[in-house]
């Protein structure tokens, strides 16, 4: 199976399909395409928007003082 590019009916069909509420394995099954096409094609052309990612750099703790500083009267 080769390339196959995205006509303005797969899309049309794709963007309704996936507004409908059908699951990403029965779009790929409709259009005769993979599931990562699919997914691919989905985010590719605005139909589905990939998820915000988590900012990991907000929940880190805060950062423990050092432990000479914080047990030592005269520094």
């Given at each position: 199976?080769?390339?196959?590019?995205?006509?303005?009916?797969?899309?049309?069909?794709?963007?309704?399909?996936?507004?409908?509420?059908?699951?990403?394995?029965?779009?790929?099954?409709?259009?005769?395409?993979?599931?990562?096409?699919?997914?691919?094609?989905?985010?590719?052309?605005?139909i589905r928007f990939e998820k915000p990612r988590r900012n990991y750099t907000e929940l880190q703790q805060p950062k423990k003082k050092n432990?000479?500083?914080?047990?030592?009267?005269?520094?």
């Amino acid at each position: 199976m080769g390339i196959q590019e995205w006509s303005a009916t797969d899309i049309k069909n794709a963007r309704s399909y996936f507004l409908n509420g059908l699951a990403i394995k029965e779009i790929a099954k409709e259009l005769g395409r993979s599931v990562t096409a699919t997914n691919k094609a989905l985010s590719r052309f605005g139909i589905r928007f990939e998820k915000p990612r988590r900012n990991y750099t907000e929940l880190q703790q805060p950062k423990k003082k050092n432990s000479l500083t914080h047990y030592c009267a005269f520094f």
